[in-house]
Nanobody, 124 residues
Framework: QVHLVESGGGLVQAGRSLRLSCAAS????????MGWFRQAPGKEREFVAT????????YYGDSVKGRFTISRDNAKNTVYLQMNSLKPEDTAVYYC?????????????????WGQGTQVTVSS
């Protein structure tokens, strides 16, 4: 069993930065690929970023390219999402996901584990 717990969300002003963390526990050797999704009220879940075990494959959603950076520290069983130049439209619940697959995927249904989410609110 793998458990994922997000942290670092909060309320920030537009243009500021925030870093989210996701700590994995349990059988963490099964979390080869990890990533982030987000969901705003009344909207579909949106792909944000994903990263493989060695960090040799990294992909971002079009809306966050150039502003967000995903990274991981396997010794700490943790993945991060550095969010810069935040906009009001970034407001959403952010979910950490993990998969036993080697390759990162963009679909929510391709992941095996997910956290409960952390709220990010960006004021104008």
């Amino acid at each position: 069993q793998v458990h994922l717990v997000e942290s670092g969300g909060g309320l920030v002003q537009a243009g500021r930065s925030l870093r989210l963390s996701c700590a994995a526990s349990g059988r963490t050797f099964s979390t080869y690929a990890m990533g982030w999704f987000r969901q705003a009220p009344g909207k579909e879940r949106e792909f944000v970023a994903t990263i493989n075990w060695s960090a040799g494959m990294i992909y971002y959603g079009d809306s966050v390219k150039g502003r967000f950076t995903i990274s991981r520290d396997n010794a700490k069983n943790t993945v991060y999402l550095q969010m810069n130049s935040l906009k009001p439209e970034d407001t959403a619940v952010y979910y950490c996901v993990g998969s036993g697959r080697l390759a990162p995927r963009r679909s929510w249904d391709d992941y095996d584990y997910w956290g409960q989410g952390t709220q990010v609110t960006v004021s104008s």
